[in-house]
Nanobody
Framework: QVQLVESGGGLVQAGGSLRLSCAVSGRTVSSYHMAWFRQAPGKEREFVAAISKGGSNTYYADSVKGRFTISRDNAKNTVYLQMNSLKPEDTALYYC??????????????????WGQGTQVTVST
């Protein structure tokens, strides 16, 4: 059974930075394309960023492009999301997800096989 555990969330002022981590266990992370999604209260879960199995391809939502960077360290079985220039509208519960399919970069929640429990990010004004 694959397990994903997110960490690194917290409270930060607007303009600040956070780095989220997603530790994968049960199977090597290199078997999966990985992604980050987020969900704010009262809103649907939305795509944030994705990275291919080998790390050569990355994908971003327009709302975070240029501010967030997704990366992975397959040797450590960990995926990261570096978030800079944070805005209050980035406040949400952030989820890590794993996709075992052939193609990378999916923005659809139903295409991901495994999910973490989420880590809260709160950006104050």
């Amino acid at each position: 059974q694959v397990q994903l555990v997110e960490s690194g969330g917290g409270l930060v002022q607007a303009g600040g930075s956070l780095r989220l981590s997603c530790a994968v266990s049960g199977r090597t992370v290199s078997s999966y394309h990985m992604a980050w999604f987020r969900q704010a209260p009262g809103k649907e879960r939305e795509f944030v960023a994705a990275i291919s199995k080998g790390g050569s391809n990355t994908y971003y939502a327009d709302s975070v492009k240029g501010r967030f960077t997704i990366s992975r360290d397959n040797a450590k079985n960990t995926v990261y999301l570096q978030m800079n220039s944070l805005k209050p509208e980035d406040t949400a519960l952030y989820y890590c997800a794993a996709d075992g399919d052939y193609y990378s970069g999916s923005r659809r929640t139903y295409e991901y096989d495994y999910w973490g429990q989420g880590t809260q990010v709160t950006v104050s004004t």
